[in-house]
């Protein structure tokens, strides 16, 4: 039995419940592959900070113990692209939703995921510059969109659809059907078969198995 060592990741206390998401998708992958989990790291930090003091702990034990690390997602590695080249270039990753994914891809996808939230950071600078134009005085609790409405509006919605049960439970299958190599109108059409149902409670279609998997894969 080979043995690797498991990084979970989420940007704030509130998005707990994808760290249990993605043990489970961890631990399963490995149960199948029979992967020995030595060690396990968890960690509540932004992927974009140069600190991420499990990660580094987990690094220094792959030296030591010559065995790969498995994350769930490369977004769930870091956010950082150089500090994610690094660790690609340098040691043996494994990332249950594609594991046989190239070098050139990871970096590609490392790359993908810093410039998404350099983008998500200048939207949400728009809509504060907007309000203020407008004559929305930002901060004044009088006011009837403040500036940390508007800013956390996008990551509380999030939460409330990560929370929710039909979510988690049908996002257990895809990610299954995911491994299996089925396409996003396939997974659909087996999450309905199997009576799974929407956070809407409606059926479920490609679009939104797209924007599941980004739910709990891309923060």
Same mark, same amino acid.
């Given at each position: ?14 998005? $707990?419940?994808? %760290? ?94 810093? $410039? ?56 257990? %299958? ?16 087996? %999450?309905?078969?199997?009576?799974? %149902? ?22």
């Amino acid at each position: 039995m080979s043995k690797a060592i498991a990084y979970y990741r989420v940007s704030k206390p509130s998005q $707990k419940h994808s %760290l249990s998401v993605q043990k489970e998708l961890v631990r399963d992958y490995c149960n199948k592959n029979k992967i020995e989990l030595i060690f396990e790291f968890e960690e509540i930090t932004s992927g974009e900070k140069k600190k991420q003091l499990e990660l580094e702990k987990a690094l220094k034990l792959l030296e030591v113990n010559n065995c790969p690390i498995i994350c769930t997602t490369i977004d769930r590695l870091t956010r950082d692209y150089l500090f994610g080249k690094h660790i690609c270039e340098n040691y043996d990753t494994i990332f249950v939703f594609s594991p046989t994914m190239p070098l050139e891809t990871k970096l590609e996808l490392l790359h993908f995921g810093e $410039k998404e939230k350099q983008l998500i950071s200048q939207r949400t600078k728009l809509v504060l510059s907007s309000l203020k134009k407008r004559g929305v005085k930002l901060g004044n609790p009088n006011a009837k969109v403040t500036d940390e409405m508007r800013a956390n509006s996008i990551t509380s919605r999030r939460n409330d659809a990560q929370l929710n049960e039909n979510n988690s439970k049908a996002y257990k %299958l895809v990610c299954l059907l995911l491994s299996r190599g089925k396409n996003f109108s396939e997974i659909a059409r087996e %999450l309905n078969d199997n009576g799974y %149902l929407t956070s809407r409670n409606k059926h479920w279609q490609a679009i939104q198995v797209q924007r599941l998997i980004k739910l709990y894969g891309v923060r």
